[in-house]
């Protein structure tokens, strides 16, 4: 398996910051690499620049978007801003992609599914 989209990572990261607590980008890589079954030659593949592998830098992308869209704060370590609100893991998950979707738009960036629209989707 190679290391998948930056996308991919928001569901993991967002689980491990459900329980309220702060966490190491340390940590997250390690847990999320762990629950995902990413393969050692994966995590050790380096960006084309060589300067970080391309597990880090898109863990690292996937982080700065809830960030920027003020989901996740953040001072070297990350946590949710609203500990203790949400305590259902898939409502955190709903609430907060419509959150990073509404937030992150202005950034041109399309997280939702792709769907035809409603008078295309009959033909």
Do not use: C
């Amino acid at each position: 398996m190679a290391v998948p989209d930056f996308q991919s990572f928001f569901k993991p990261l967002l689980g491990i910051a459900a329980d309220g607590k702060e966490h190491s980008m340390k940590e997250a890589r390690e847990l999320i690499a762990k629950r995902m079954n990413i393969a050692a030659a994966d995590l050790r593949e380096m960006l084309p620049s060589g300067t970080q592998t391309k597990f880090d830098n898109r863990i690292a992308w996937a982080k700065s978007y809830f960030v920027q869209a003020n989901v996740l704060e953040s001072q070297g370590s990350f946590a949710l801003p609203f500990q203790g609100v949400y305590s259902n893991l898939f409502y955190l998950e709903s609430a907060m992609l419509k959150t990073v979707t509404s937030r992150v738009s202005s950034l041109f960036i399309d997280i939702t599914p792709h769907r035809k629209p409603e008078n295309e989707a009959h033909r």
